[in-house]
């Protein structure tokens, strides 16, 4: 089936499914394949729940009664067909990476923009090879602006992702120690988030650039970019407040945010000059960033008896657990104490970037610490104020017998850590 056909077949359907956990009727069935499943083996179970068609690439699965649809790999074809579909839809597409803060400030500048135009925006954190394409695809007629956001952990991920999504606009929150296993170094990272810079560039379209970001700006120099932030320029985002929750102010308008950090006042202020730009009215902007609460694991602020908790669990990496580090150093509260767990991905990397946060810790004693995890366990501290557990059972049992008052806590760690069990234990 060419092309052009399967997205009349789209336009016609439920939308996508690529689980048949989550069927709709009327949905275009997508047989994608992984490690460890094979979505052919479904195609059956795919029609029987009311699929409209199943797209396969293993002809044995393949049906004469026009029910499947066969091609060389269902992955490209899926990827295809968003392409084929962000361009039948005119609509300006904006692209965000980085290596911190991604998430965040796609709901931010998300929130911002559904104050003024009808916005989809990345849903989660599903953005990789699967989760742009159906971002894309999600785009309808009454679509009129869309924010994808971009992940990567390999140099040419981004490039690919940008050529499925052709975007008009781009952002990159910063460039972090995120992924050192793959990318393999600090360069390695800024090279592969700035193949968004160099997609923009080639197809001359605009990319949104921190002034703060020395970097980035010499980096984007040959662009057409916008900027904001530059403490030389009259700069109109401000920072008023960062004691506890962030307070900006923007134009005649102090916003009181739900968020916490030096490093989100960054992430709301790329929110408020894309608003800016797109001439999102000041209030707006105000009404969106003040109604923005932070959930899934993602510097949460959790009132549990007496205990004030910062639930940031849902992924670390060297340079944002020392900007969370930071961050709970300046808060306010005398009891403190460091759920840290162990950061992944980091490869040779790893033995180093766990002293260095150790390190970090027996200089500024900040509370009392629990590191949790095979790397942070093999770490040497001088503090005795220092407690080591090699997994969360460890942790556990050593909790069992010991209660927190009055206590002012952060959780931090890698997403497969599920530091977010601590919370029953407290």
Not at 43 to 60: F, N, T, Y
Not at 124 to 146: C, R
Not at 215 to 223: H, R, T
Not at 227 to 234: A, H, L, N, S
Request: aromatic share 8%.
């Amino acid at each position: 089936m060419k092309l052009k056909e399967l997205h009349q077949l789209f336009l016609k359907s439920s939308g996508i499914c690529t689980d048949t956990r989550k069927i709709t009727k009327g949905c275009l069935f997508f047989a994608l394949k992984g490690d460890n499943f094979n979505g052919n083996e479904f195609a059956q179970e795919a029609l029987d729940k009311g699929a409209l068609k199943v797209v396969i690439d293993q002809i044995k699965y393949h049906k004469n009664t026009g029910e499947t649809i066969l091609c060389n790999d269902a992955l490209r074809r899926l990827q295809k067909l968003a392409n084929f579909h962000r361009k039948s839809c005119d609509i300006p597409v904006i692209a965000l990476t980085g290596s911190n803060g991604k998430t965040t400030t796609k709901e931010l500048i998300g929130t911002v923009l559904a104050q003024k135009f009808n916005t989809i925006a990345t849903q989660g954190n599903f953005n990789n090879h699967i989760g742009v394409p159906l971002t894309l695809l999600s785009i309808d007629s009454e679509t009129e602006m869309s924010v994808v956001e971009m992940g990567a952990n390999h140099l040419g991920e981004i490039d690919a992702l940008c050529r499925i999504a052709e975007p008009d606009y781009g952002y990159i929150t910063n460039f972090g120690k995120a992924h050192l296993e793959g990318f393999g170094s600090l360069e390695g990272v800024i090279q592969g988030k700035t193949e968004l810079y160099k997609n923009l560039y080639q197809n001359e379209k605009m990319v949104f650039v921190n002034g703060n970001d020395p970097k980035q700006m010499a980096l984007s120099k040959s662009m057409k970019r916008f900027t904001f932030g530059d403490e030389e320029q009259d700069c109109n985002v401000k920072l008023l407040d960062a004691s506890h929750k962030l307070i900006v102010k923007y134009k005649d308008c102090t916003i009181h945010s739900h968020l916490i950090g030096i490093y989100n006042f960054h992430n709301i202020a790329a929110a408020i000059a894309i608003g800016d730009y797109f001439k999102v009215e000041a209030k707006q902007i105000k009404f969106a960033i003040e109604n923005y609460i932070p959930e899934n694991n993602r510097s949460q602020i959790i009132e549990k008896g007496s205990n004030r908790i910062i639930l940031d669990a849902y992924n670390a990496n060297p340079t944002s657990m020392m900007a969370a580090l930071e961050t709970f150093k300046q808060l306010k509260g005398e009891n403190k104490v460091l759920f840290l767990g162990d950061m992944f991905e980091l490869g040779t990397h790893a033995e180093k970037e766990h002293q260095n946060i150790t390190n970090y810790l027996d200089e500024n004693k900040l509370g009392k610490y629990y590191l949790i995890g095979e790397n942070f366990s093999k770490t040497n501290s001088t503090n005795s104020d220092t407690h080591k557990f090699a997994d969360f059972d460890r942790l556990k049992e050593h909790l069992q017998n010991r209660s927190f008052e009055n206590c002012t806590i952060l959780i931090k760690a890698s997403r497969g850590m599920a530091l977010e069990r601590i919370l029953d234990l407290l």
